[in-house]
């Protein structure tokens, strides 16, 4: 089992900046891939940023590349999310989650690949 623990979260106006940490504990950190999801009211959570293991590659959605930054250190067993230039659409509960790392780098998108999740942070973004 691998516990994981999300924190960060919070009300910032547009164009402002948050980071997002994801604490793991439990089963050891290493060859697990992470990722970051995102859940906005009424809609399906979805795919935003993930990393592998141990950190040589990362992958963004587009709605967020370029304003998004994921990043590990695994001495720490974390997982950070860094969002610059917020938008009011970037509104929603941000889930971080662990998957067994995979050769396959399609399954770090897919939410049904995950194996583990956190219980979420809520992030505002508005004036």
Do not use: H
């Amino acid at each position: 089992q691998v516990q994981l623990v999300e924190s960060g979260g919070g009300l910032v106006q547009p164009g402002g900046s948050l980071t997002l940490t994801c604490a793991a504990s439990g089963r050891t950190f290493s060859d697990y891939d992470m990722g970051w999801f995102r859940q906005a009211p009424g809609k399906e959570r979805q795919f935003a940023a993930a990393i592998t293991w141990p950190g040589g590659s990362t992958y963004y959605a587009d709605s967020v590349k370029g304003r998004f930054t994921i990043s590990r250190d695994n001495a720490k067993n974390t997982v950070y999310l860094r969002m610059n230039s917020l938008k009011p659409e970037d509104t929603a509960v941000y889930y971080c989650a662990a998957q067994r790392a995979n050769p396959n780098r399609a399954y770090l998108m897919v939410r049904g690949k995950y194996d583990y999740w956190g219980q979420g942070t809520q992030v505002t973004v508005s004036s």
